[in-house]
């Protein structure tokens, strides 16, 4: 059972900065991809970012040249989505999820997310 745990978010003012990250309890093996996701209050959860094993990423319209996902595999995997210029409608809770098995959609998990705030 992989665990994943975000952290870094936060309140931070229009056209700032922000780099999240979300560590998994283990080096995930037969990981196909993990992805950021997004949920505003009264919106339904939308897809922001993801990253396969092999690194091919892939990003949302709204977030397309100011977002960034990498994914670091030592002790234990670890994603991050560095966030620059940041505008108010980038607000909510930050989920990440991973997709793994022998092919997509076999196991998937999420991590309980981590709240950005953009206002000044």
């Known amino acids: 059972q992989v665990q994943l745990v975000e952290s870094g978010g936060g309140l931070v003012q229009p056209g700032g900065s922000l780099r999240i990250s979300c560590a998994a309890s283990?080096?995930?093996?037969?990981?196909?991809?993990m992805a950021w996701y997004r949920q505003a209050p009264g919106m339904q959860r939308e897809l922001v970012a993801t990253i396969t094993s092999g690194g091919t990423t892939y990003y949302a319209d709204s977030v397309k040249g100011r977002f960034t996902v990498s994914m670091h595999n030592g002790k234990n995997t670890v994603v991050y989505l560095q966030m620059d210029r940041l505008k108010p409608e980038d607000t909510a809770v930050y989920y990440c999820y991973a997709d793994v098995g022998p092919v997509q959609g076999v196991y998937e998990y999420w991590g309980r997310g981590t709240q950005v705030t953009v206002s000044s």
């Open positions: 283990e080096t995930i093996s037969n990981l196909n991809e």
